[in-house]
């Protein structure tokens, strides 16, 4: 299930930006509104899945509806050139295809009761997933091709889609539909509102916001740097592999060094990320960067997540992990991708990306992450996460 939802996702979020801006030509400001498109439908997917997952369709059948949607919407994207389409389909797209990560979250943590700290080495089969797109993609197609074949992209993401959706329609629903009696996720909202709830949210908001930066400016510096478009996939994947190695060894980290010693590990390397793109780094450099993104993504994202669902009773975990969507990839995802593009402007004199002024906005979201997460954390108190 991991493998083939980040797959398709591996297809295209990578090389969105550079799509937009190379090929379709769209300033940084549209290419920033076209992808914040996720997290405005951010705002209403979470509530929408919270209220059917389990309650009126069960997670698994809900899961394959939102892909085979998506597919369809991804097969009529890729032949858009206009700004207008491409930023509506792109919402309607992100309005199918965004309750699946919470979906598949949940599904995952039912299978592992008493056992979150070994969610890591489920989940790592996403990880994989996206380096399996970006080296069928970057280089059977890109080498093959050239600019126009990263369109192909969408059509690729929306194969995988459809091999997910029959994958989860032949897989029998574990839990009971439970009876409609209250419009409102209640009980999901109670656990958010926890104190210690509410300041994972915060930090997950600011590790998504951070990477809204990365996902923007990466790309397209790569080829500033006269990096071939065939292997910015597969030097980007770089950061998945890292992923893979941290998350296998989440089970073990965890429970060692502790939740907060984590989130800091994961903020300081996001800064250390952001300098060293900053300066222009060596090659060496730059591809130690890239290695930093997945223990970013590991040390942060999937940490919290494993923190909360220690808070989450049965009956409300699908509804926690779609609110904790909503305030992470929705408001965080909105904010990062709309400041990523100003920053790309910004920092554009003559036409001529100055990627030096571009990442010292990120390294200023990486200061504040790490000043949060030091300063304010504390170790986690619940038996599960002991």
Partial sequence: MFFLEYLGMGFIYPVMSLYLRDTLHFTGAQTGAVIAMASIAAFIYPVA???LADRVIAKERLLAVCQIVSAVLLAVLAF??????VAVLYLCYNLAFGPTL?????????????KRNYFGSVR???????????????LARLCLGGQGRLRDAFLLSAASSVILAVHMLLHHPVERIQPVTKIIPWDALRVVAQRRVLFIAVVMFLGSFFIRFYYMGFAPFLAARGLRQAFIMPLMSLGQMSEIAAMSLLAVLVPRLGFKRMLMLGAGLALVQSALFSANAAW??????????????????????MHVDSFCPAQARAGVHQILALLSTGFATLAGSLASGWALDWATRAGVVDYHRFWLVSAGVASLLLALVTLFSSEPETDGDR
Avoid: K
């Avoid at 919470?102 to 995952?108: D, S």
């Fill in 49 to 51: 899945g919270a209220m």
């Fill in 80 to 85: 858009q050139t206009r700004y207008l389409p």
């Fill in 124 to 138: 790592v089969w996403g990880t994989i997933g996206w380096i399996a797109a970006a080296w069928l993609f970057g």
């Fill in 102 to 114: 919470a979906l598949a979250t949940a599904i995952a943590f039912h299978h592992l009761p008493g």
């Fill in 284 to 305: 060496p450099f730059i591809v130690a960067g890239i290695v930093c993104h997945g223990l970013i993504y590991a040390l942060i994202n999937v940490t919290a997540l």
